[in-house]
């Protein structure tokens, strides 16, 4: 049995998108996972916060679910397939049976079934003949009886060659054996790629079968530049927190499924998989454009005009406005580069 592994894109119908719903200055506020190891208190009061130092950084998140790990199954040799087992959907066991095909045949075997066809094609156009010379013989007023027995006797004759001949194709049968496609593992049958009857080689995919004790997640394409160079990339799963080990796509993988029009997708192992189970709902978070202990301002102290940023300083009674230049936009706090410094009082939005 030959197997090889897919990228379950092409075994399974769950669509899966990337989504951006934080950081890089994007929609400040916005209802997606958490990320609550990294997010410090906000220390800001309804009208004026004090500027800090404090760690900023982008979070960018993707939507994806925990998938099972998917084999597709050949046989080991080429030639037609006799029988499949299972149907799309059956739970299978390791070691079951799930398609079978004779191994190739020698030329005994082909001779034996080309002495069986002409047999039957000698005999059929013979018999007909009799029969008609019959039914004539006896419109006429003749006694046909003599000549009903040949013909009978002529069957029946006819009848034990088929059997001795098909007695001997069974035997090559035997004599030649089969070879099966077996489960690997316990799992469930999602896809059937040929039926009895299909001619296959040794690389056609025959069954598909999913192990759901082998699983990962998947998300819409992330460069592995982007995820080597990120701070921090983690899952959350059921409102926990998962590490994550990357799985890299092979560079010609990836180049083949861009000519071929495939949306490549990038796929993750889960370090400790307690509690995770396939078809579960899954974020990856990915923490880029770590800035520790810098000056920061709140993203709500903010403001834009012809494309400068300013803020408004608190000096006594009075707000002061005072251009800034601006770092990192995290989800809540934006690096400061110039223009303000620490223990300012800022003004704030409501």
Do not use: W
Not at 240 to 251: A, G, H, K, T, V
């Amino acid at each position: 049995m030959y197997m090889k592994r897919k990228d379950i894109k092409r075994c399974l119908g769950i669509g899966l998108c990337a989504v951006l719903l934080a950081g890089c200055g994007k929609a400040a506020g916005h209802e997606a996972a958490e990320v609550p190891e990294l997010i410090e208190p906000v220390d800001v009061t309804s009208e004026e916060a004090v500027i800090e130092r404090r760690d900023v950084y982008v979070v960018n998140y993707y939507e994806s679910a925990v998938l099972p790990e998917i084999t597709e199954l050949c046989f080991e040799i080429s030639g037609t397939v006799r029988e499949v087992r299972v149907a799309i959907g059956d739970v299978v066991r390791e070691g079951d049976v799930l398609a079978v095909m004779n191994k190739s045949m020698d030329s005994n075997y082909y001779n034996l079934l080309n002495q069986l066809m002409s047999l039957r094609s000698s005999y059929t156009g013979s018999n007909r003949t009799q029969e008609i010379e019959i039914e004539r013989g006896r419109l006429t007023g003749k006694n046909m009886d003599r000549e009903e027995l040949l013909l009978r006797q002529q069957k029946e004759i006819q009848e034990m060659e088929e059997l001795h001949l098909i007695a001997q194709i069974e035997d090559a049968l035997v004599a030649q054996g089969e070879t099966k496609i077996v489960a690997p593992y316990d799992g469930m049958i999602v896809g059937l790629a040929s039926d009895a009857g299909s001619n296959v080689s040794e690389t056609t995919p025959v069954v598909a079968i999913a192990n759901e004790n082998d699983y990962y997640l998947s998300c819409p394409f992330i460069s592995e530049k982007t995820i080597n160079e990120s701070h921090d990339y983690y899952a959350n799963i059921n409102g926990r927190r998962y590490e994550l080990e990357y799985l890299p796509i092979d560079r010609a993988e990836l180049e083949a499924m861009t000519v071929s029009g495939v949306t490549p997708t990038t796929k993750f192992r889960i370090k400790a998989d307690k509690d995770v189970k396939v078809g579960d709902f899954a974020v990856i978070c990915m923490v880029t454009d770590y800035r520790e202990n810098v000056v920061a301002v709140p993203r709500t102290a903010l403001y834009k005009d012809h494309g400068n940023y300013y803020i408004y300083l608190i000096e006594g009674e009075n707000r002061i406005q005072t251009p800034v230049t601006l770092g990192v936009y995290g989800a809540m706090f934006v690096e400061v580069l110039s223009g303000v410094e620490e223990g300012a009082r800022v003004y704030v939005k409501e």
